[in-house]
């Protein structure tokens, strides 16, 4: 018979209760003890839910005051030395977030999720130690909830790959004497039970680094299954594990966990598998998105993995952490689509009718109901006319026309003629200080509070006095600042049909901050303009040229909820159709520069290498049939928030859009030798300031930035800009920077 399981649970409570508890201890509002009280409680009320939902392995540890990988520098004392001296709560809160003289350790994406890790900070000098407290008491409290949870480590080899080094050591020669302690750890948890269930989550496996890193599995998990009462699971997800599998079953583990959505033909790893003696920890439920689970479908897999694996050592959960996606419908009244959802509450009961169907388990009444609800879900969505458009359908299927009529090299010449821009043009990346204010009126005009007429004055005064700014400042390109827009992708969506919105879908992204992506569920098209009159407006007040701004298709779908009944590749060309259309009104309203911005373009990178050459193919054609209603005249910009740009710059040109504008202030000019070894066709702006900084760079700064540049690219092909949008600053940081930009363009231009 199949058990159940679930990988992790979110933390961060379903109305976001550990965010406001943290929020208020580190605004001085409140006692550590209050955060403790709050998490004990959430931890409670998260075992609570799995218990209820008859799920079978529940974790411990999953738990975070602000990140696991965090907790597990904490737990092996891997504590970078600026922050010696320190201890409890202020040391814990200092590397996540910096105190005043220390600033805080570096964040980074967790494989390709939008979940943010603090990136473990090692040397030559780290010693390892021990400080389990924190797992054995999370596993003591479940204990006291009447739980036997399995404990949820990160494995020490996806530690050590995830680290970086301060001095060119390198990170994984710690290996052996990290497995030292991870050995003790286990020591210490085989004390606290008869038995106990570890699940080492090791998803390096998943990408290219598993090659090279295959050879220490066996090494390391022989050492680690010492303990005989200690039961551990090598969990993978996001993708296939296959190298890491061959050589796992060597070793003595009792269970593996694969995923079975991201990959669900795991062929390799099942002919493996079927061999062993090994539990398969199938992740089946998909723990990355929100839709219902089509779960006679997932029964046919399951019947095809019991060709490989006997329902004795299979068990049924879900694909990955349930972190990555929100908690409960159960506060989303106003939601259309709600019956085709599911957030982590409901996929808790997924799963367990799941493994009542791959058992053959008899269903009780309430049990049939719930099946009931989920076929008529599965069909429901298959048909409703709010999901499918013909119109949008008919319009794809037709679609001649990919590209821009008119190749770069004339376009840029029918450009310059008409532009006539000073020799490296000035602009900025599009939106300017979004104002405590400025929020207030979106707000109050979202809540019906102020009347459209109110809300526009505000909007309009803004866009008047940034133009005020820009043109006080010299620079030749403008923009509109952006007021309208709470969030980039957010805005389009909510004008988009086929999109809808949560009220309460919040996703931790990293420590106390969440978001909350929009749900693409259907055929996507644009009922009407979305941003002409704005534009429009704003280019009435000036005579410079006003640049249109956009989100571009990738984007868009990168930082949603997307359907998972329709190929991403079909539904970013619904996208791009609607990018296109805007295109065409902007140029038909007059606007000659518009800008697409891609700042997810290569967060989208696939994470085995055998997938780049399609996504990359599929971004780059997304994105030029978004732009190919542009005329020759008509300038197309894109901006991307990356300076790595070595393995991907010829993917960057193919894009083919006129300009591009990048992230380079924070990572020195070494990355742009690129542009110049490899060469590049069209016009670049790498960022010559970093906006992430409050500082003011002076006008020397910036002139020496431009002249190092020009190193690298000639004077034709530059122009000068800030290095991302300037929606995070202050006005009194934005107007001095900019102007001292514009004043270093006129001394550099005249030298
Ligand atoms: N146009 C957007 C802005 O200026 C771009 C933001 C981004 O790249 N993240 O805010
Ligand atoms: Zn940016």
């Known amino acids: 018979m199949s058990k159940s399981f679930i990988t992790g649970f979110p933390r961060i409570g379903e109305q976001r209760e550990l965010k ?30 799995q218990k209820d939902a008859h799920i079978d392995f529940i974790s411990a540890n999953d738990f975070s005051y602000y990140d696991l990988m965090l907790d597990n520098i904490i737990t092996f004392g891997a504590i970078p030395p600026r922050f010696d001296g320190l201890s409890g709560t202020e040391l814990y809160f200092s590397m996540a977030r910096g105190n005043k003289t220390s600033v805080a350790m570096e964040m980074t994406k967790w ?73 003790k750890l286990l020591v210490e948890i085989s004390k606290l039970d008869n038995e106990v269930v570890v699940q080492i989550d090791e998803p390096i496996f998943v990408t290219d680094k598993a090659e090279k890193l295959k050879d220490k599995i066996a090494p390391v998990y022989d050492k680690l299954c010492a303990e005989d009462n200690v039961k551990i699971i090598f969990m993978t997800y996001f993708e296939h594990a296959n190298e890491a599998v ?24 099942l002919e493996i598998l079927k061999n062993s003696d090994k539990i398969l920890f199938a992740g089946l439920i998909d723990g990355r998105n929100v839709w219902v689970s089509d779960l006679d479908a997932k029964l046919e897999l399951i019947n095809k993995i019991k060709e490989y694996i006997p329902s ?116 900025t990346i599009g939106s300017f200080p979004q104002t405590p204010e400025l929020r207030q009126v979106r707000n109050a005009y979202k809540k019906s509070l102020i009347s459209q007429e109110a809300y526009e004055k505000d909007i309009k005064k803004y866009i008047d006095e940034c133009i005020a700014f820009q043109e006080e400042c010299g620079l030749d390109v403008l923009v509109h600042g952006e007021p309208e827009r709470n969030d980039m992708v957010e805005y389009f969506g909510e004008q988009l049909k086929g999109y809808a919105f949560s009220t309460n879908g919040w996703v931790q992204s990293y420590g106390s901050r969440c978001v909350k992506p929009p749900l693409l569920f259907g055929d996507v098209s ?39 009944d329709k190929p991403r590749s079909e ?12 295109i065409d009104d902007l140029q038909n309203a007059g606007i000659k520069i518009i800008q697409v911005d891609e700042a997810a373009f290569k967060e989208g990178y696939p994470l085995r290498r055998e997938n780049v050459s399609a996504y990359e193919k599929f971004a780059v054609d997304c994105f030029k049939l978004s732009v190919c209603s542009a005329g020759a005249q008509t300038q197309i910009h894109t901006h991307m928030c990356y300076s790595e ?5 010829k993917t960057i040109e193919a894009m083919d859009a006129d300009v591009i504008s990048i992230e380079t202030a924070r990572s020195g000019n070494e990355l742009l030798k690129i542009f110049k070894s490899v060469g590049y066709k069209q016009e670049v702006g790498p960022g010559v300031y970093d906006i992430h900084s409050p500082r003011v760079p002076s006008v020397e700064e910036i002139a020496t930035q431009i002249h190092a540049l020009l190193e690298v690219l000639p004077k034709s092909q530059l122009w000068i800009n800030p290095d991302c949008g300037l929606k995070t600053r202050k006005w009194e940081e934005v107007k001095p920077s900019l102007k001292n930009m514009t004043a270093a363009v006129k001394i550099v231009r005249l030298s």
């Open 312 to 427: 004795e050592r299979l068990n049924i959960g879900t694909s990955c952490s349930l972190l990555h996606v929100p908690y409960t419908l159960k506060y989303e009244e106003k939601l259309s689509i709600k019956e085709w959802l599911s957030f982590a509450l409901e996929k808790l009961t997924e799963v367990n009718l799941l493994k009542k169907l791959a058992n053959g388990e008899h269903f009780c009444e309430v049990g049939e109901g719930l099946l009931a609800k989920n076929r008529a879900a599965i069909a429901s969505r298959k048909t409703s006319e709010l999901v499918n458009d013909k119109a949008v359908q008919e319009r794809v299927k037709n679609l001649s026309k990919f590209e821009r009529d008119t190749p770069y090299e004339e376009r840029i010449k029918v450009q310059k003629a008409k532009f006539n821009l000073p020799e490296l043009p000035t602009t």
């Open 645 to 649: 740009f070595n393995d991907i710059i």
């Open 526 to 564: 644009r009922p009407k303009a979305m941003t002409v009159d704005w534009i429009s407006y704003a280019q009435s007040k000036t005579s410079k040229i006003m640049k249109g701004m956009l989100t571009g298709p990738v984007t868009i779908l990168n930082w949603s909820f997307v359907r998972d």
């Open 571 to 582: 539904i970013a060309k619904e996208l791009a159709l609607c990018i296109y259309d805007e």
């Open 20 to 49: 406001f508890a943290l929020e208020s201890f580190w605004a001085g509002k409140s006692d550590f003890s209050e955060v403790e009280r709050v998490a004990k409680e959430l931890k409670a009320r998260h075992w609570k839910y």
């Open 111 to 183: 494989f390709n999720t939008n979940y943010h890790y603090i990136v473990p900070e090692l040397s030559k000098e780290t010693k390892f130690s021990l400080n389990p407290t924190k797992i054995l008491n999370e596993y003591k409290e479940a204990k006291a909830e009447g739980i036997t949870p399995k404990i949820n480590l990160i494995g020490p080899i996806t530690f050590l790959a995830l680290s970086k080094t301060t001095d060119g050591s390198c990170a994984l020669c710690h290996l052996d004497a990290l497995v030292e302690q991870y050995a």
């Open 246 to 269: 061959k050589e796992i079953v060597k070793t003595k583990v009792w269970g593996v966990g694969l995923d079975f959505v991201h990959t669900s033909c795991q062929k390799d790893s």
